[in-house]
């Protein structure tokens, strides 16, 4: 028979830049340890803000993806006509979409499947921004 | 119990752009109306358009993605190879592979459950396009 | 009633670079046949490999995937400071997390319902990698 799971929570409270966020989503939903076989759904709530898996040992990486995507998807663009929120709202869209609002993550044994290098990411976009609401969905059998 | 919802169709033809579309899928779909809880998928069958959830406020949002997809993936790159249908066909394999071609969207009471802010964005990347091919496929517990 | 499948395998080997593994993943998982409705998700195991749905007809296409992305995400950005990896190992994260780790595709009478034009590539981003693993988890009817 296939349950479901679904809990809507707030994150701490980040400063913008990657952080790796795996535990403290772990402990929201220690519910995922009923599961054999599943898929587990973190959704963020957010359009200047997301989620992505990456490397989750050397604290380097995140500090070049912060690097990287400022980069990529500058402040003050010429083109830009959405202005009004300040120079980094624009950036924190693209860089949203870029990344994502979705991670899905195999569920095996009561815990996430992923590779021994994978962490989640909450990539905070903005300069100044709240606790982030997430909310994680499984479904799956026990 | 897990139910599945399955529906395949066309949405209305949209120029080159970012648009938001979220009132036009969910009319496609009434009987999301009947899941407790469970997960959406919003899925084209495209490599040349591709879908986001991104600010569904004001359209200059939607003005400034296109400006800037078009100066992250220029057309007539010098290093294109696959340049016989058009100087509009490889960015927009590249731009569709960067925003992507599903969206994930959790479902609670009825509805989708997205941040306020957020809206589904088709974002059509080709100059001259027919209506979109979109499966949307929902499951989970009335 | 919703049934599960999952399978985790490793893929061939590839070279840097993007290629078309639909048939590769199709042939380890010949249970996919029996769904009558579903979603599968094709998730990977790493942080310097990942994937995504694009053009399946064209070789050139995905030559110019492998040029777009070295142009967009560089080697030896000044601004990189995981560096000990090597040149190919900072972009290969970066290149990661804007493609995905897991696409997720809707299941119709026993096969992945994709457009006629779409095929999963593996997007190879270190120069060197032994073969990749793969988790396939697929929830539907059959």
């Known amino acids: 028979m296939t349950e479901w799971l679904q809990k809507t929570f707030t994150l701490s409270r980040y400063r913008r ?20 076989v599943g898929i587990a759904q973190v959704f963020i709530h957010h359009t200047s803000a997301s989620l ?32 009004s929120e300040g120079s980094d ?27 021994a290098w994978q962490g989640i990411y909450l990539c905070e976009h903005r300069n100044h921004a709240f606790g982030r609401t997430i909310t994680v969905t499984v479904s799956g059998q026990k």
Chains 1, 2, 3 share one sequence.
Do not use: C
């Not at 830049?17 to 929201?28: A, I, P």
């Not at 380097?60 to 993806?65: A, E, G, P, S």
């Open 17 to 36: 830049g990657f952080h790796l966020v795996t535990g403290e989503v772990e402990q929201q939903v220690p519910e995922l340890g009923d599961f054999k």
């Open 89 to 115: 709202d624009m950036p924190a869209h693209l860089k949203a979409a870029l990344l994502g609002s979705s991670l899905m993550i195999p569920v095996s044994d009561g815990r996430f499947l992923v590779g």
């Open 52 to 83: 992505t898996l990456n490397e989750n040992a050397d604290p380097t990486v995140r500090d070049d993806f912060e690097s990287h995507f400022n980069a990529m998807v500058p402040e003050d663009a010429p083109y830009y006509r959405h202005t």
